[in-house]
């Protein structure tokens, strides 16, 4: 018996993203975001199989809702008692916990099914540019997809620091 060991371990390997969500819209940052937990940018997708890749998002107090949803939107869970209905409305929740905001957007727009919680588990979220030790796991932005030329993983990264040390003067497509 033999069997192919290659390519097939590395297409299952799991990426670490970077993405900031600063000024990005809710609906479209939590799609890109699903997609990527899924693995479905993958050439290797099967919907029953966990192939996704983790995602850390930075900045979410500063994410951005269209329309009149900022006044509109409401937060609904259920304490499981009588009359348990808690309602919060979108500027309480991101103040509170803006984290919550994006997780709730992603959970909603990924399968309902046994791998959802462990999809989500691969989400991880900060408020502010810090991502902690966390960051040095980062492999690829979301503004281009490459890896900075002095790219160190033993260093603390953050939202500025990733920014500072991007190659961000090439074009893109070169």
């Known amino acids: 018996m033999s ?11 799991r990426v670490w993203h970077h993405v900031d969500a600063s000024d990005r819209v809710l609906g479209k940052l939590a799609e890109r975001i699903a997609l990527v937990l899924m693995g479905k940018h993958k050439p290797i997708y ?8 983790y995602v850390i998002i930075t900045n979410s107090r500063r994410v951005k809702v269209t329309g009149r949803k900022e006044e509109q939107l409401l937060f609904r869970k259920h304490t499981m008692f009588a009359g348990g209905l808690k309602e919060t409305p979108y500027k309480t929740m991101k103040e509170r916990k803006p984290d919550e905001i994006i997780r709730h957007a992603v959970s ?10 462990r999809r989500l588990e691969r989400l991880r979220i900060f408020p502010g ?9 980062v492999f ?16 603390i990264t953050t939202t500025m620091s990733l920014k500072k040390n991007w190659k961000l003067d090439t074009p893109k497509g070169v």
């Open 3 to 13: 069997q192919a060991v290659g390519n097939t371990a590395l297409a299952y390997a």
């Open 46 to 53: 099967d919907p029953s199989v966990d192939c996704g890749d």
């Open 108 to 117: 909603g727009m990924l399968p309902k099914n046994k791998l959802r919680e």
């Open 129 to 137: 540019v810090h991502m902690g030790v966390q960051g040095a796991n």
């Open 140 to 155: 690829k932005s979301w503004d281009d997809g490459t890896l900075p030329p002095d790219y160190d993983p033993r260093k």
